[in-house]
């Protein structure tokens, strides 16, 4: 549309108070976080009508958020993290139906593989964009413990593994590791504070699979119900949030703007 042309009478200000609620930090992450303790207290209790609507609702709240607020941007590393969430999404509703039919674990399972890959894409992709920086040895570091970490817990678990499974679930182990390794890789090459902020929620991420797959393979834990969905809710919004943090900083709008011109 040239400059000054008037805007049609359906579309939404950039400012205007439906945007501003879609935006809005506080509403939407306390949406998010009323919802993951319905999911919670739904899965604590079997209470299963709760969970059917309180669990999508996590994803789509986090998602819209992070899209909204990341939709000026529109770069590569804002879309593979908006499809990270969205493929998440597709594996907690796939999750929900595990009782009916075994096939939908292998259907979360395929899905959180992908939404990892589109984390790890993203990720990497920021260390590409920024190439070589300080902090070297750091990312050696983490990536060795989390592979070390990965190897062990994968080794120890595969013995209780369903049989005809055990192959996507080493493939599953080899993506989550890589998203963990690929986040370790970002130390230097953005903010602190968001690089923080994606470590912390990488390793949430892995904890919840891991306590997940105990609990699913190896042996029961009397703090499954809630303890994977929190550090799973912990995870995603730390990332989702640590990735807003990378894009929407003035230094990084500046950096951008300077090389598109």
Avoid at 20 to 41: D, E, F, R
Avoid at 180 to 203: D, E, H, K, N
Avoid at 237 to 256: M, N, Q, S, T, Y
């Amino acid at each position: 549309m040239a400059p000054g042309a008037i805007m049609p009478k359906l579309a939404i200000a950039p400012n205007s108070p439906c945007m501003s609620i879609w935006k809005n930090t506080p509403l939407n992450l306390g949406i998010y976080a009323l919802a993951t303790a319905g999911t919670i207290v739904g899965e604590s209790k079997s209470i299963h009508s709760l969970v059917f609507v309180c669990k999508p609702m996590m994803l789509v709240v986090l998602g819209s958020w992070f899209f909204f607020n990341s939709r000026r941007v529109g770069d590569r590393f804002t879309l593979l993290i908006q499809a990270g969430l969205f493929f998440s999404l597709i594996g907690d509703v796939a999750l929900m139906f595990q009782h009916v039919d075994q096939f939908n674990f292998l259907i979360g399972l395929g899905a959180f593989m992908l939404a990892q890959l589109c984390y790890a894409m993203a990720f990497m992709h920021n260390v590409v964009e920024v190439g070589m920086a300080r902090g070297l040895l750091v990312s050696i570091l983490i990536s060795v413990l989390i592979l070390a970490y990965g190897y062990f817990f994968a080794s120890g678990l595969m013995p209780f593994v369903d049989e005809g499974i055990e192959l996507p679930v080493i493939i599953y182990a080899v993506s989550i590791s890589f998203m963990g390794v690929s986040a370790a890789w970002r130390f230097g090459r953005t903010f602190l504070r968001s690089f923080l902020m994606v470590m912390i929620g990488a390793a949430f991420f892995i904890a919840s699979d891991s306590l997940l797959a105990t609990n699913r393979f190896h042996r029961p834990l009397d703090h499954a119900a809630w303890s994977v969905m929190l550090t799973y809710a912990i995870a995603q919004v730390l990332i989702a949030a640590g990735a807003l943090e990378h894009v929407l900083d003035p230094d990084e709008i500046r950096r951008k703007v300077a090389l598109s011109t």
